[in-house]
Nanobody
Framework: QVQLVESGGGLVEPGGSLRLSCAAS????????MGWYRQAPGKQRELVAT???????DYADSVKGRFTISRDNGKNTVYLQMNSLKPDDTAVYYC?????????WGQGTQVTVSS
């Protein structure tokens, strides 16, 4: 059973930056495509960025050019660098396999963009 622990969220002003981390237990992490997802209040969870096991990335249009996903397979960790943050980016951010596996959902990390 893989466990995912997200961290790095917080309160930031519009235009600011944050770097999220997702630490995974289990040695099989490196073979999976991983994704960062987010869920804003009253909205469905959405996929914002993906990275294959080889490092190919893809982004939702709403974050393209502002967010960068990366991974360190040696550390079993996936990162999300978020720049030029907007109030609409406010959400709880989660990582999971892409496509996601229900038992893998962690607690997420809250990102709040507000002045």
């Amino acid at each position: 059973q893989v466990q995912l622990v997200e961290s790095g969220g917080g309160l930031v002003e519009p235009g600011g930056s944050l770097r999220l981390s997702c630490a995974a237990s289990g040695s099989i992490f490196s073979i999976y495509a991983m994704g960062w997802y987010r869920q804003a209040p009253g909205k469905q969870r959405e996929l914002v960025a993906t990275i294959t096991h080889r490092g190919t990335t893809d982004y939702a249009d709403s974050v393209k050019g502002r967010f960068t996903i990366s991974r360190d397979n040696g550390k079993n960790t996936v990162y999300l660098q978020m720049n030029s943050l907007k109030p609409d980016d406010t959400a709880v951010y989660y990582c999971n396999k892409e496509p996601p596996i229900a038992p893998w959902w962690g607690q997420g990390t809250q990102v709040t963009v507000s002045s």
